[in-house]
């Protein structure tokens, strides 16, 4: 079977890592992958790592507004000829693939990663010509059957996943004190892994962290991520005199040998499709402390393996992280409940097994 996957990002972030491990393992289960991705995009060199398990086809997208996609895709579909159009990506992308394809008798799956809302009469033009949508959380498949109408019998919920096997490095080398300059007497650190946008909630919540900080003056707060609210989040903290607390270290490659260092991960966001790094981190050992949005609610047990917050309650939020400083014994009991509570549902053989049997069902149908 020859399946042609799309992505259109630039960075590596959750989503692109996701593409990089299907098709690592559709390689295994000997599906023939292309990967369609931009001339500069970090995913096409991580691909070109991969030993031959991928072709790639570099092709320029330039996002909504992109007038000429929709020539280009049908000429590189064409001559490429694949059974199946994997698309990953959206902001346009998701738009014109379908389409395309369909209008070459090609059949397609878009891959929805995130629980914004949409506009339901654009929604159902972009997924109607779709042979199957994959949903990641519980609440997006949700959103595309009830709020947008989908038919229940071609939306497919298949989540995200980590390599377990992969994690089981050996993290014995410097400490995040040394890693990061931080003072010595340094006795707690907790990480926010995520892109510095504006759904991801730093800015809300660290209008809330003085309290914690003057509780816990040792505690230190490690931001790890890029974005466009680089420079609007440092002048907050500089404005909230966190810098002693709170640090910016922009995006780290090298975040699974990292994550087992951190004594508590915090996921503030407003809206997330499930969250990668909440999966990371809880493959490591190391318990969260998130909102109950979107598929988050998948991932983080309550006071099994992390704490949920009511949306937005940041009173709670900041409760929640001073309780897990304050009392190690909890802290313990979700850590070591973290790895197995997730290992079946959300490890990559689950994730790739999914993603096949789609494959081969659209294929059957056919």
């Not at 490690?222 to 002693?244: H, M, Q, V, Y």
């Amino acid at each position: 079977m020859k399946v042609m996957h799309l992505e259109s990002g630039n960075r590596f972030y959750g989503g692109a890592k996701q593409v990089l491990e299907l098709i690592s393992g559709l390689k295994e289960k000997k599906i023939d992958n292309y990967l369609l991705c931009r001339p500069r995009s970090i995913i096409k060199r991580k691909a070109q790592e991969l030993n031959k398990k991928v072709n790639i086809i570099e092709m320029p997208m330039a996002g909504d507004i992109d007038i000429f996609f929709f020539k280009r895709l049908k000429k590189i579909l064409k001559f490429y000829s694949p059974q199946i159009l994997h698309v990953h990506s959206r902001r346009g992308v998701d738009y014109y693939s379908g389409w395309c394809a369909k209008s070459l008798g090609i059949k397609s799956v878009l891959t929805r990663r995130v629980d914004s809302s949409e506009i339901k009469e654009l929604a159902k033009f972009k997924y109607s010509p779709y042979d199957r949508v994959i949903a990641i959380s519980k609440s997006i498949q949700e959103h595309l059957i009830d709020n947008i109408g989908l038919s229940s019998s071609c939306v497919d919920y298949v989540p995200s996943g980590v390599s377990f096997d992969s994690l089981l490095e050996d993290n014995k080398d410097d400490s995040l004190k040394d890693i990061f300059n931080l003072p010595k007497d340094t006795t707690f650190i907790i990480g926010i892994i995520s892109q510095l946008i504006k759904r991801k909630g730093h800015i809300d919540i660290f209008h809330s962290l003085s309290k914690l900080i003057n509780l816990h003056p040792k505690v230190q707060i490690i931001c790890f991520g890029d974005g466009r609210l680089r420079k609007k989040i440092l002048s907050r903290i500089k404005k909230l005199n966190l810098e002693k607390n709170v640090h910016l270290v922009g995006f780290r490659s090298d975040m699974i040998k990292l994550i087992p260092k951190l004594d508590l991960v915090i996921h503030p966001a407003k809206k997330e499709g499930l969250g990668l790094s909440i999966l990371e981190s809880l493959s490591l050992g190391v318990p969260v402390v998130a909102f109950s949005v979107g598929g988050v609610k998948d991932v983080v047990l309550d006071r099994v393996n992390g704490i949920l917050v009511p949306p937005f309650d940041k009173i709670k939020f900041i409760n929640s992280i001073d309780e897990l400083i304050s009392i190690p014994s909890l802290r313990f009991f979700l850590a070591n409940n973290s790895r197995d509570s997730i290992k079946e549902k959300f490890s990559v053989n689950t994730m790739i097994k999914g993603n096949l049997e789609i494959y081969n069902k659209i294929m059957r149908d056919s």
